[in-house]
Nanobody
Framework: QVQLVESGGGLVQAGGSLTLSCAAS????????MGWYRQAPGKERELVAR???????NYADSVKDRFTVSRDNAKNTVYLQMNNLKPEDTAVYYC?????????WGQGTQVTVSS
């Protein structure tokens, strides 16, 4: 059973930075891709950033040039570096792993950006 554990969320002022981490219980080599999604109150969950096993990345337009997704295969960890945070980035952020048998999700970590 794969487990994904997020950490690094918190409260930050607009313009600040946070780094989220997602630690997998097993090797992340087995996942075709890993990514970060977020869900704000009253809104649907949306893709924020995604990185494939080959290192290709894609981002939501709203976070391009501000967020960076990366992976450390040796640590089985995926990161989301978030810079120049805005109040509209406030949401619960979820780690996702795309496996052959289906997707896995973390429990989520709250990010709150104050204006």
């Amino acid at each position: 059973q794969v487990q994904l554990v997020e950490s690094g969320g918190g409260l930050v002022q607009a313009g600040g930075s946070l780094t989220l981490s997602c630690a997998a219980s097993g090797s992340i080599f087995s996942f075709t891709a890993m990514g970060w999604y977020r869900q704000a109150p009253g809104k649907e969950r949306e893709l924020v950033a995604r990185i494939t096993s080959g290192g290709s990345t894609n981002y939501a337009d709203s976070v391009k040039d501000r967020f960076t997704v990366s992976r450390d295969n040796a640590k089985n960890t995926v990161y989301l570096q978030m810079n120049n945070l805005k109040p509209e980035d406030t949401a619960v952020y979820y780690c996702n792993a795309e496996g052959v048998g289906g997707d896995y999700w973390g429990q989520g970590t709250q990010v709150t950006v104050s204006s």
